[in-house]
């Protein structure tokens, strides 16, 4: 029976294994160049790893829509498929147009599950084990496109269309998730869909505001893999493997605040977002300050970690205050403002740009906001408290 539970929990957590793997594949762009060079230019090759994000854009936005003909199990099954033969598809043809076609079902897939993968755990847990589980799924995430970029450096020794047979594993979630989880029991399935009543305007206000906020992290997240590469020391830009060092940090101490993110919310419970924004606002203000790679990596280090606890916390948030038959909608719609907030990263900093182009006057600005929204959270938490 434990072990049962155990792999239930395994296969649930497996869904998000290859989440954010679409450009693990980036590393495999010089070889891809080589081959298709020259009947497509460089932009037209770099499309092939960027062009998911659209098609997983369109599915989300398409998601309560499909949610309605879908059931949980047809859905994820879908998802799967779609995202692992779309995804080995370029290992076995490389023809450019049939690669640019399966690259955007591959991220038709992504699309299907990705809200799925969140919300299920909120379906089928609660109390303390629902918010172990959300803290764990944000670490299998980065796990899971941190596996995929290593191995994808090691196939490629071997030959680039390699890279893509990565997509394979999506096969073995697919079967894990067939014989380890149980559909859901009528009894719960009917208490899912007992309420026939959509969202109403509070429901829409929070999640607007959950989806702005993961969006502003997201763009700050982005902001850093974008800005760190230009950073410099004594008037010297550092060199690519010291700002890979930084990125991979900052990333990879997401893994911890995952796993401690059930600890830190039984201890500090709801004062957790307005703390880690306060946090999150110091970090961005030392890495305004830095002047040396030490600094840098230890106040990115700080952003990357107090970033992941704010977007699991707003997860927990929308399972504690959605009904459970709208929790995928919900997710779907908080999910595109993370999408979004990547994607309009690049023109924030533009805009910033106009103001000052200095490394520090960017991140002095996203610690400005963030101390802002520090404020506001706290005040509204009193406000509710006093209430």
């Known amino acids: 029976m434990i072990m049962t539970k155990i792999l239930e929990k395994m296969s649930l957590l497996g869904l998000s294994l290859l989440l954010i793997s679409a450009f693990s594949i980036s590393t495999a762009l010089p070889p891809m160049l080589d081959y298709y060079s020259p009947t497509y230019n460089a932009s037209q090759v770099e499309l092939l790893v960027s062009v998911p994000s659209f098609s997983v854009v369109a599915m989300l936005l398409l998601n309560p829509f499909v949610d309605k003909w879908l059931n949980d199990r047809q859905l994820i099954m879908t998802g799967l498929i779609l995202l692992s033969s779309a995804g080995i598809f370029p290992f076995f043809v490389q023809w450019y147009p049939l690669v640019l076609l399966s690259r955007l079902v591959f991220g038709m897939g992504i699309g299907f599950i990705n809200a799925k993968a969140i919300s299920i755990i909120s379906q089928r847990y609660q109390g303390k084990e629902r918010i172990q589980m959300l803290g764990i799924r944000g670490s299998v995430e980065l796990i899971g496109g941190a596996s995929c970029s290593l191995l994808v450096g090691q196939l490629l020794k071997i030959h680039w269309t390699l890279a893509f047979l990565i997509y394979g594993f999506g096969f073995i979630i697919l079967a894990?998730?067939?014989?380890?989880?149980?559909?859901?029991?009528?009894?719960?399935?009917?208490?899912?869909?007992?309420?026939?009543?959509?969202?109403?305007?509070?429901?829409?206000?929070?999640?607007?505001?959950?989806?702005?906020?993961?969006?502003?992290?997201?763009?700050?997240?982005?902001?850093?893999?974008?800005?760190?590469?230009?950073?410099?020391?004594?008037?010297?830009?550092?060199?690519?493997?010291?700002?890979?060092?930084?990125?991979?940090?900052?990333?990879?101490?997401?893994?911890?605040?995952?796993?401690?993110?059930?600890?830190?919310?039984?201890?500090?419970?709801?004062?957790?977002?307005?703390?880690?924004?306060?946090?999150?606002?110091?970090?961005?203000?030392?890495?305004?300050?830095?002047?040396?790679?030490?600094?840098?990596?230890?106040?990115?280090?700080?952003?990357?970690?107090?970033?992941?606890?704010?977007?699991?916390?707003?997860?927990?948030?929308?399972?504690?205050?959605?009904?459970?038959?709208?929790?995928?909608?919900?997710?779907?719609?908080?999910?595109?403002?993370?999408?979004?907030?990547?994607?309009?990263?690049?023109?924030?900093?533009?805009?910033?740009?106009?103001?000052?182009?200095?490394?520090?006057?960017?991140f002095l600005a996203y610690a400005i906001v963030s101390f802002l929204l520090f404020l506001g959270f706290l005040l509204n938490s009193r406000m509710v408290k006093k209430a």
């Not at 991979?248 to 307005?274: D, T, V």
């Not at 306060?278 to 030490?294: M, R, T, Y």
Request: proline share 3%.
């Open 176 to 362: 894990m998730y067939l014989l380890f989880v149980p559909p859901m029991e009528q009894i719960e399935k009917k208490e899912i869909q007992k309420s026939k009543q959509g969202l109403n305007k509070k429901d829409f206000a929070m999640i607007l505001g959950m989806a702005l906020l993961s969006g502003f992290v997201i763009c700050i997240n982005s902001s850093i893999s974008l800005r760190v590469p230009l950073f410099q020391v004594d008037g010297k830009t550092i060199v690519g493997g010291e700002s890979a060092l930084v990125l991979s940090l900052e990333q990879g101490i997401g893994i911890a605040a995952g796993l401690s993110f059930a600890s830190l919310l039984a201890h500090i419970k709801n004062r957790l977002l307005p703390m880690a924004l306060l946090c999150l606002s110091i970090c961005l203000f030392g890495i305004a300050l830095a002047n040396n790679l030490l600094t840098l990596i230890l106040f990115s280090v700080g952003v990357g970690f107090f970033y992941s606890i704010i977007l699991t916390f707003i997860f927990h948030r929308l399972s504690e205050c959605i009904a459970r038959n709208l929790l995928n909608k919900a997710t779907a719609y908080v999910l595109l403002g993370c999408n979004l907030g990547s994607a309009v990263s690049p023109y924030v900093l533009k805009l910033l740009a106009l103001v000052s182009s200095s490394f520090s006057w960017i």
